[in-house]
C-alpha cells in the first residue's frame, strides 16, 4: 500500500519550465514502480514517464524536453518539464505498483494513484 502525493503544477507559457513532484510513503521507495500520466477531459490518460529501480522510460511525445529523477532519501520522484508546448496541458497523476522488471506504460498497471495536479500550458 503506497500514498502518493503530487505538487508542482501550475500555468506557464509555451517554452516554459516546470517541475512536479510525487512523494510517496508506506512503502520503501526503491521497491516500487512509479509513473506520471495526464489527462484531458474527454480522452484516457496518457503516459508521460516511468521509472523503477533500475530503468526510466519515456515515450517520444516527450522524450528530451521532459527528465525523471528519483530521490530516494525523500522518498519523492520529480518530472522536470522544459520546453513545455500547449499539448502538454492536462492533469498529471502519479501512480506507483510494487516493482517488477519493466516499466508498464499502462494505467491499468498500477494500483496506486494520487490526485492529480493541474498543468497549464498557454500560447
Known amino acids: 500500500q503506497v500514498q502518493l502525493v503530487e505538487s508542482g503544477g501550475g500555468l506557464v507559457q509555451a517554452g516554459g519550465s516546470l517541475r512536479l513532484s510525487c512523494a510517496a510513503s508506506?512503502?520503501?521507495?526503491?521497491?516500487?514502480?512509479m509513473a506520471w500520466f495526464r489527462h484531458v477531459p474527454g480522452k484516457e490518460r496518457e503516459f508521460v514517464a516511468g521509472?523503477?529501480?533500475?530503468?526510466?522510460d519515456l515515450p517520444d511525445s516527450v522524450k528530451g524536453r521532459f527528465t525523471l529523477s528519483r530521490d530516494n532519501a525523500k522518498n519523492t520522484v520529480y518530472l522536470q518539464m522544459n520546453s513545455l508546448k500547449p499539448e502538454d496541458t492536462g492533469v498529471y497523476f502519479c501512480a506507483a505498483r510494487e516493482s517488477t522488471t519493466a516499466v508498464i506504460p499502462a494505467q491499468t498497471f498500477y494500483d496506486n494513484w494520487g490526485q492529480g495536479t493541474q498543468v497549464t500550458v498557454s500560447s
Open positions: 508506506g512503502r520503501t521507495f526503491s521497491t516500487i514502480t
Open positions: 521509472i523503477n529501480w533500475r530503468f526510466t
